[in-house]
């Protein structure tokens, strides 16, 4: 595990675990650390901004390459790039005049990573839960069918 720390957002980054690649916030004590982790969270809440960083995971990617294959219109583009700089989760590189765009950490990366894992555990939960009471229910009227049919 190696210990990274944000100090630029004031967050601290406890560890990232290398064998699951798996980045895990500290407990924010006061109430500015909460107040930044939720002003982080509302960046990630945009959908275009998450589907924009979910493309940077493959590396650096130009500003033309992420218009043409998000089809994201240029304005809005830009809009998000600058929130996404501004809350320092992308790092620019400018050649000529083309602008490259790549994830600032690998903090950053590793939280990006795990999103669709916590989304598919709690999604595999929820559907294990929902067949779970699916069989009880069925299970229910079987024996609410057998009973009546014993009555007649």
């Given at each position: 595990?190696?210990?990274?720390?944000?100090?630029?957002?004031?967050?601290?980054?406890?560890?990232?675990?290398?064998?699951t690649n798996t980045a895990h916030l500290s407990a924010p004590e006061p109430l500015n650390e909460?107040?930044?982790?939720?002003r982080l969270l509302k960046i990630l809440a945009n959908p275009n901004r998450l589907r924009i960083l979910l493309f940077l995971?493959?590396?650096?990617?130009?500003?033309?390459?992420?218009e043409s294959s998000l089809k994201?219109?240029?304005?809005?583009?830009?809009?998000?790039?600058?929130k996404l700089r501004d809350a320092d989760f992308v790092?620019?590189?400018?050649?000529?005049?083309?602008?490259?765009?790549?994830?600032?950490?690998?903090?950053?990366?590793?939280?990006?990573?795990?999103?669709p894992r916590a989304l598919n555990?709690?999604?595999k939960a929820y559907s294990q839960q929902s067949l779970s009471?699916?069989?009880?229910?069925?299970?229910?009227?079987?024996?609410?069918?057998?009973?009546f049919a014993k009555i007649l």
């Open positions: 595990m190696v210990l990274h720390q944000n100090t630029e957002a004031g967050l601290a980054w406890d560890c990232m675990d290398k064998s909460t107040s930044e982790l939720c995971l493959e590396g650096e990617v130009s500003v033309s390459e992420i994201i219109k240029q304005p809005s583009l830009s809009h998000e790039l600058k790092t620019t590189k400018r050649q000529s005049k083309a602008i490259f765009y790549r994830l600032k950490s690998d903090a950053i990366k590793s939280l990006l990573v795990s999103i555990a709690s999604k009471t699916a069989t009880r229910t069925r299970d229910t009227r079987t024996l609410e069918c057998g009973l």
